[in-house]
């Protein structure tokens, strides 16, 4: 089932696998029950990074019932929407800010896909800034990088931010929170206990040597069980 239609009643910690770097990475993430894959198109920085057309395919592989994140750093909507029609996933990443314009041009062009926009967690500061993006965005997703950086960091750092931010960020907001950043089968379990996340989404914290690792998949999933 798609990563938005289980019941919170039923404390089901659902997982996004992110940098999905092929079909075979798709399938084996799929295979241990990944609900939703996170496809990243081209950044500034950061691992993971494939061309629109690989992201297509990966999309068009994969079950209707998985969700598929197109990743984009981009912030002009008619970029945005150029780049979807190219790839055709179920839900945009915005990884980087955009306005509220950029939100009501979105939605009237793609009224069926979902808009997830990344708020990096830098310190007390991101509070207000995820309660801004909870007013537009159908989910928000918590990570570790740095916007303000003369090469923007905005997304696959491994590193971990701070949850007690990330947990008053969860009980401000009601749109599903999506908890990234530095996860891995070793602390995943603490940090769904300290923030209480709609869902847990993880990079490189399953990759050796920058491919996704079926052990650490694995070790991923039995910590979340």
Not at 111 to 125: F, K
Request: proline share 6%; charged share 25%.
């Amino acid at each position: 089932m798609r990563i938005w239609d289980v019941e919170p009643e039923l404390l089901i910690t659902r997982f996004k696998v992110c940098c999905i770097g092929g079909p075979e990475e798709a399938s084996l993430a799929i295979a241990y029950g990944a609900s939703a894959l996170g496809l990243v198109s081209e950044m500034p920085s950061g691992p993971g990074v494939i061309p629109d057309t690989l992201i297509r395919e990966i999309a068009a592989s994969v079950s209707p019932s998985v969700s598929t994140f197109l990743l984009t750093s981009r912030t002009d909507p008619l970029e945005i929407v150029d780049q979807h029609r190219r790839s055709v996933t179920t839900a945009i990443q915005l990884v980087d800010r955009v306005g509220a314009r950029a939100y009501r041009e979105l939605r009237q062009v793609l009224p069926g896909v979902r808009l997830v926009q990344v708020v990096h967690v830098t310190g007390p500061e991101s509070l207000e800034e995820a309660v801004d993006s909870a007013r537009h965005a159908d989910a928000l997703l918590l990570d570790s990088g740095r916007p303000d950086l003369a090469v923007k960091e905005l997304g696959g750092t491994g590193r971990v931010h701070d949850w007690e931010v990330s947990r008053a960020i969860r009980d401000a907001v009601e749109v599903p929170i999506f908890l990234a950043g530095g996860l891995g089968p070793d602390n995943v379990a603490e940090a769904v206990r300290a923030v209480q996340p709609f869902a847990v989404d993880v990079c490189s914290g399953l990759r050796t040597d920058r491919r996704l690792d079926e052990a650490k998949l694995r070790a991923f999933v039995a910590a979340l069980a």
